[in-house]
């Protein structure tokens, strides 16, 4: 059965740091992979996502996540997190180019502190 | 990417009511999907809202609890019915465009408080 793993419930960076997210994957095929942004009180927002070809993907904001098939992996990264990042985070996985039926990750909660 | 409306916003409920809310895209698009986030909870498939036919459930939702419309390419609704307080949710919609079919796009969500 699919399964999406987002090991950090809530992480605390400080403004400027860098950022990694991580996301576990279990899927027999390679799947397709994405990362969402839900800020507050809003829906969720495609940061980036991966169905082939280079494994480093460029989203929007300034956010990057790397496909890593030996380690079932697609963890979010930024190198340098502003305050307007903070927001709840979702990996999800999908069968197929149609994203029908996302599986959706539980969430990494995001604080900056100043 | 299309832009997605959703009514209403949030509503505070009384059990044994239903409410429905509706989902409008400003472009058509290929498939519609209603998802539910409890709280602190990551988000659920309901169901795939087709356009002219029955809506496809997923396991553990019912149509007769969660009835759903898509009349068109460009909008639908989802009723929950009989609400009790487990319904308290957010309620989210989503789309795959026309041409972009390998992306789905979230509406702003449905706060959905029964009491």
């Known amino acids: 059965a699919q399964s999406v793993t987002q090991p950090d419930i809530h992480i605390t960076v400080s403004e400027g740091a860098s950022l990694e997210l991580r996301c576990n994957y279990s899927?027999?095929?390679?799947?397709?992979l994405f990362w969402y942004v839900q800020s507050p009180g809003q829906g969720l927002q495609l940061l980036l996502k991966?169905?082939?070809?280079?494994?480093l993907v460029q989203g929007i904001k300034g956010f990057e996540a790397e496909f890593k098939r030996s380690q079932s992996s697609f963890n979010l990264r930024k190198p340098s997190v502003h305050w307007s990042d903070a927001a709840e985070y979702f990996c999800?996985?999908?069968?197929?180019?149609?994203?029908?039926?996302?599986?959706f990750g539980t969430g990494t909660r995001l604080t900056v502190i100043p | 990417s299309a832009v997605i409306s959703q009514k209403p916003s949030r509503d505070i409920c009384q059990r044994g009511t239903s409410l429905t809310i509706q989902c409008q895209v400003d472009?058509?698009?290929?498939?519609m999907f209603w998802y539910r986030q409890q709280p602190g909870q990551s988000l659920t498939l309901i169901a795939t809202a087709n356009q002219g036919s029955e809506a496809t459930y997923e396991s553990g939702f019912v149509i007769d609890k969660f009835p759903i419309s898509r009349p068109n390419l460009t909008f639908s609704t989802l009723t929950v019915s009989n609400m009790s307080p487990e319904d308290s949710s957010i309620y989210l919609c989503?789309?795959?465009?026309?041409?972009?079919?390998?992306?789905?796009?979230f509406g702003p969500g449905t706060r959905l408080t029964v009491t």
């Open positions: 999800a996985v999908g069968y197929f180019a149609g994203a029908n039926n996302l599986f």
């Open positions: 899927y027999g095929a390679t799947p397709y």
């Open positions: 991966y169905f082939s070809g280079d494994t």
């Open positions: 989503s789309v795959v465009g026309l041409f972009k079919t390998s992306e789905q796009y």
């Open positions: 472009s058509q698009v290929t498939m």
